[in-house]
């Protein structure tokens, strides 16, 4: 093998990483989302330390989402409403 096979199969696993990393984090989340206010903070309590870093990294970028679709909603209404002027 030379360095060149070694280097792709490094970065092959450092993708699959990344990618099994993500699968997990939103397999936490969904099930954090399903979950009633109590018992989302007993869920939160019995995780584990790196889940609980996952879980709080996917409801920031959850909530960054929605900020998002708000803003292009009002960003059309306000379209709508100035056309409409």
Known sequence: MDIFEI???????YFLYIFYDYYI????LKKWQRLS???K???????SK???KRLL????IEKDREMEK?????????KKYRKER
């Open 7 to 13: 280097i792709v199969a490094f970065i092959y696993i």
């Open 25 to 28: 984090s939103r397999k936490i």
């Open 37 to 39: 206010k109590e018992k």
């Open 41 to 47: 903070e007993e869920f939160i309590k019995n995780l």
């Open 50 to 52: 790196k889940n609980q």
């Open 57 to 60: 990294y996917m409801i920031e």
């Open 70 to 78: 708000q803003k292009k909603k009002f960003t059309k209404v306000k």
